[in-house]
């Protein structure tokens, strides 16, 4: 192994081979980027002007013995998924001073809609795919046009979004009087949006896509708190499926219309639900 490298530093200096000898990447090296909101933030929101931040305790408590703005008490996907792949943790985009993307990035943001109109003050779908093209960019520039093509294709796209939207639905003051032709019309609007984002993605060199659906939002804990009756609220929840149904159909389309786009889709809505 040493002696190889020792041979093919020679080789550059001798031949001087450009593409070999600036090759920045290892072999077989993955990057992982995450689009999200609460389920994947890693603490985005920290450095924001929202009231959706989670810097206090007892968040953070069993793993970082301290708060780091993941919506958890410990760790959250995105570290899993980083440690199975043998990455370090991946680190949330707006952190300051670090501009190291090779491993990925996050995005996400606790609060956060498809929909810029969720929650302002949140970094919504199109604003992470904003700063994604600026990490594209500056990737460009630190390993060079060819290893930053190949990092995006063999790099996996994490997402998880939607909730937020169906919940600032269900929730609004006027949602009784919404008529199911609203929310079909709704609905057809984030998953437009959403299509809009991996599509964008897929046009980067993204090719690896993971996603996780919505879970049964009418069941959450601060849901159920918050409106007093004992047990889930029906409406969030049948929004939550009805998207699902929808985002399944999508990707299915998406797989067949674009050569080399391949997906796994989590049932997280069945994982929590049964
Ligand atoms: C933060 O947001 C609040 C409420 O929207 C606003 O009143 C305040 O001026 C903002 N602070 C900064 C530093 O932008
Ligand atoms: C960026 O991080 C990678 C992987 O952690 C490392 O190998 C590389 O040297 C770093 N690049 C710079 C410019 O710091
Ligand atoms: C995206 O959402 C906006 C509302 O924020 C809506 O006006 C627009 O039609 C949606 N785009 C698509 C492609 O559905």
Same mark, same amino acid.
């Given at each position: 192994?040493?002696?190889?490298? $020792? ?5 550059? $200096?001798? #031949? ?8 920045r990447l290892p072999e077989n090296h993955v990057a992982l980027f995450i689009f999200g909101d609460s389920l994947?933030?890693?603490?985005? *929101? ?8 989670? *810097? ?24 899993? $998924? ?6 370090? #943790? ?19 943001? =606790? ?13 919504? #779908? ?28 063999? =790099? ?36 437009? *949006? ?17 996603f996780q659906n919505v879970g049964p939002i009418g069941c959450m804990l601060a849901t159920r708190a918050s409106?007093? $009756? *004992? ?8 929004? =939550? ?34």
């Amino acid at each position: 192994m040493l002696r190889e490298v $020792i041979t093919s530093v020679a080789v550059c $200096i001798i #031949l001087l081979l450009p593409a070999t000898c600036l090759r920045r990447l290892p072999e077989n090296h993955v990057a992982l980027f995450i689009f999200g909101d609460s389920l994947l933030d890693a603490g985005n *929101n920290l450095y924001l002007n929202t009231s959706a931040k989670t *810097n206090y305790f007892p968040y953070g408590e069993t793993f970082f013995k301290h708060p780091t703005g993941r919506v958890c008490d410990g760790r959250i996907v995105p570290d899993f $998924i980083a440690e199975y792949a043998k990455l370090p #943790l991946i680190r949330p985009y707006l952190e300051p001073g670090f501009s190291n993307y090779t491993d990925g990035i996050n995005f996400a943001s =606790a609060g956060a809609g498809i929909l810029p109109e969720t929650r302002p003050g949140t970094i919504h #779908l199109k604003l992470q795919l904003s700063y994604f093209e600026e990490v594209v960019k500056r990737l460009r520039q630190q390993i060079g046009d060819e290893d930053a093509h190949r990092l995006l294709s063999d =790099a996996i796209y994490l997402f998880s979004m939607g909730g937020n939207d169906y919940m600032a639905l269900a929730t609004d003051p006027k949602s009784s009087v919404l008529t199911a032709a609203y929310k079909k019309t709704f609905m057809t609007m984030v998953l437009g *949006n959403f299509t809009t984002v991996i599509k964008e993605v897929y046009a980067l060199g993204g090719r690896k896509f993971a996603f996780q659906n919505v879970g049964p939002i009418g069941c959450m804990l601060a849901t159920r708190a918050s409106s007093g $009756i *004992n047990g889930c609220l029906h409406d969030p929840s049948v929004l =939550a499926k009805m998207h699902n149904v929808a985002l399944s159909r999508l990707l299915r389309k998406l797989a067949y219309q674009k050569a080399g786009f391949s997906y796994a889709l989590f049932d997280y809505y069945t994982s929590l639900a049964m």
